[in-house]
């Protein structure tokens, strides 16, 4: 069970292009999701929690006019990277927590590797 | 987000042997988990353990946690080829749900 459907897997696109990723929870509702960045070698990065129904918290630092979240229902999130360029590119993941407690993990998506050429 | 500290940064062992990995961290937490990710992969909970938990195990795994300390550790043991991955240790404080990851130790098992 807790399975989290991220897509697409990988996306390579010139610059200027505006990609969306979307991240489903398939097998539960996911009351928080979370979406973030990977630099090769290095740990994650926190982007931004979304609650389903509210605005994104971006953590400092983020832009939320560049990385658009939308998390419109309790199964569905999606990122928005707006006129993505080359510095934009890196491996962007995603997971989502059911329930409020504690004690939740965080099921995470197989990532979106974003090339920008 | 401030990050724990893991050790060591890369541990290759040949299969069979026991794999330790180190985690630390700074602030009090609500609980401390363990996750796992293959190369280019998204990552895979392994195992949760409380605050007011001191050793947690589940199959190969067998996790410590020293609140004195602020440290925890996750032991594999008898590994395997296919265990060959980075870990990641992260924290979950009383304030807020976030996790606040640590910096990861690639682990290599040598067939």
């Known amino acids: 069970g807790a399975v989290v459907s991220q897509h697409p897997s990988r996306v390579i696109c010139k610059s200027g292009t505006s990609v969306k990723i979307e991240c489903r929870s398939l097998?539960?509702?996911?009351?928080?999701m979370f979406w973030y960045r990977q630099f090769p070698k290095q740990s994650l990065m926190l982007m931004a929690t979304?609650?389903?129904?509210?605005?994104?918290?971006?953590e400092q630092g983020v832009e939320k006019d560049k990385f658009l979240i939308n998390h419109a229902s309790l199964t569905l999130s999606t990122l928005t990277v707006t006129s993505a360029h080359p510095e934009d590119s890196s491996f962007y993941i995603c997971?989502?927590?059911?329930?409020?407690?504690?004690?939740?993990?965080?099921?995470f998506g197989d990532g979106t590797r974003l090339s920008i050429l | 987000s401030q990050q724990g500290e893991e050790d060591p940064q890369a541990l290759s062992i040949q299969e069979g042997e026991n794999a330790t990995m180190n985690c630390s961290y700074k602030t009090s937490i609500n609980n401390l988990q363990w996750y796992r990710q293959n190369s280019g992969r998204g990552l895979v909970h392994l195992i949760l353990?409380?605050?007011n938990e001191r050793e947690k195990h589940s199959g190969r795994l067998r996790v410590t946690l020293d609140t004195s300390k602020k440290s925890s550790s996750l032991l594999i043991t008898a590994s395997r080829a296919a265990d060959t991955a980075s870990y990641f240790c992260a924290t979950v404080m009383d304030s807020n749900y976030q996790l606040i990851w640590g910096a990861g130790t690639k682990l290599i098992i040598k067939p």
């Open positions: 097998d539960f509702q996911a009351t928080t």
């Open positions: 979304s609650n389903e129904g509210s605005k994104a918290t971006y």
């Open positions: 997971s989502a927590r059911g329930g409020r407690g504690w004690n939740q993990p965080q099921h």
């Open positions: 353990i409380r605050s």
